[in-house]
């Protein structure tokens, strides 16, 4: 089966400038997940969604970041203005069981979008 | 809340010999714990996990972990090395949010560098 798949790898922008990347998780998947992987740092959660409805985003800074699931499939995040400090690894991941099994729930990774931001 | 401790954050060894990452973690509930591997420029991949059976817990590639209650421990193992071994390790823990939704910690990692 395919995996996640997400575009663009790679992004090379100004700072206050916007940017956006794209996710499309495995087919069926219910759970996506958008993490940001600073370098030399772990996968941080951003925001999770349960088909189209967000989960958990309390670690999303919502002033210039933001993401939308509408058909519950394929998923955007937006940075806008992007800051010197967004520069990290984006990752998309999605799991096929609901967040509501009891922690077991295998999640999938993406190959990720390196931002840059000068 | 929970948190995971990686307390290497890069591992030399030799070729053909055995290396072991270690994990430690806290968290309020039940615990499910993840070891990825992450080799450059790709994603994470799923090594292995343990939710709950046996502590010893085998995975691919030849790695295997031991989950200990009581050190509140997760370490990697593998009792020979491989150059393609090469990659970076992330240690994981899995709990559930406020909302009762599943919520998975990483740690920082730790850079496993095989010398020939």
């Known amino acids: 089966e395919a995996g996640v798949a997400q575009s663009p790898r790679y992004k090379i922008i100004e700072k206050r400038q916007s940017v956006a990347f794209w996710c499309n998780p495995i087919?069926?998947?219910?759970?996506l997940y958008w993490y940001q992987q600073i370098l030399g740092q772990g996968p941080k959660l951003l925001i999770q969604f349960q088909n189209n409805g967000v989960v958990d985003d309390s670690q999303l800074p919502k002033d210039r970041f933001s993401a939308e699931r509408l058909k519950g499939v394929d998923s955007t995040l937006k940075i806008q203005p992007a800051k010197l400090e967004d520069s990290a690894v984006y990752l998309c991941?999605?799991?096929?069981?609901?967040?509501?099994?009891?922690?077991?729930?295998?999640?999938?990774f993406g190959a990720g979008t390196r931002l840059s931001v000068l | 809340a929970q948190s995971v401790t990686q307390l290497d954050s890069q591992v030399p060894v030799f070729e053909e010999a055995p290396v072991e990452l270690r994990c430690n973690y806290s968290s309020s509930v039940s615990v499910y714990l993840f070891w990825y591997v992450q080799y450059p420029n790709q994603g994470l991949q799923l090594l292995l996990k343990y939710l709950s059976g046996s502590t010893l817990v085998k995975g691919i590639n030849g790695f295997e972990a031991e989950f200990n209650k009581s050190q509140t421990s997760f370490h990697l193992r593998k009792p020979s090395v491989h150059i393609s071994d090469t990659a970076e390790y992330f240690c994981a823990v899995s709990d559930l949010n406020s909302g009762g939704y599943q919520k998975v910690t990483f740690g920082i990692g730790t850079k496993l560098q095989v010398i020939p």
């Open positions: 991941a999605s799991s096929l069981l609901p967040g509501l099994a009891g922690g077991r729930n295998i999640q999938y």
């Open positions: 087919s069926g998947h219910a759970t």
